[in-house]
């Protein structure tokens, strides 16, 4: 029946605006928003998804202009590290912002003007070590290789990448 059809739509939306709302009280707004563009594409015209996405996008510009802004004190602070933190946590939530790729690669690329070839030598050590014990689900002791992988270079890309992995698979184990 029609009544049993309306139901089941508004219980649908309910519980897929309640898991995307759950990543935005995460500071997850890209996830929140995959989450409620799913269940758009099934309720196109629905004004309570569309009242979240709309919500979803202004918490996405809020979130990127603070982390910006938190990059632009720390670079003129001389801090390319935590200006880099900021730009990939934006990165993070709005990857397809070239401005913030942009901002990012050249914090990056200061920040590795900083590190001496003996640290970046070392880091690279680290780095295996870490992938080794990431690859025997040994997660705790990858992430204390990644975190000295990240103390001797902060301009790792590669061990920030495993440094995603590595706190996933902990966040999975759990």
Known sequence: SESLRQAQ???DIALALAGA???LSRDMVRSARLESE????RYPENPQIRDFLAQTGRQLQAFTQARGSEAEKALAARDYASAL????AARRENPEDADLARR???ARSELRGTVSAADRKQAEQM???A????LKGS???AGGYVDEVLRLDPSSEAGRALKEKVEAARRYLK
């Open 9 to 11: 739509q508004a219980n």
């Open 21 to 23: 709302a759950t990543y």
């Open 38 to 41: 799913k269940i758009r594409r």
């Open 85 to 88: 933190t900021a730009l990939e």
């Open 104 to 106: 990012a690669d050249a």
């Open 127 to 129: 780095y295996y070590r």
């Open 131 to 134: 992938v080794e014990q990431y």
């Open 139 to 141: 997660y705790d002791t």
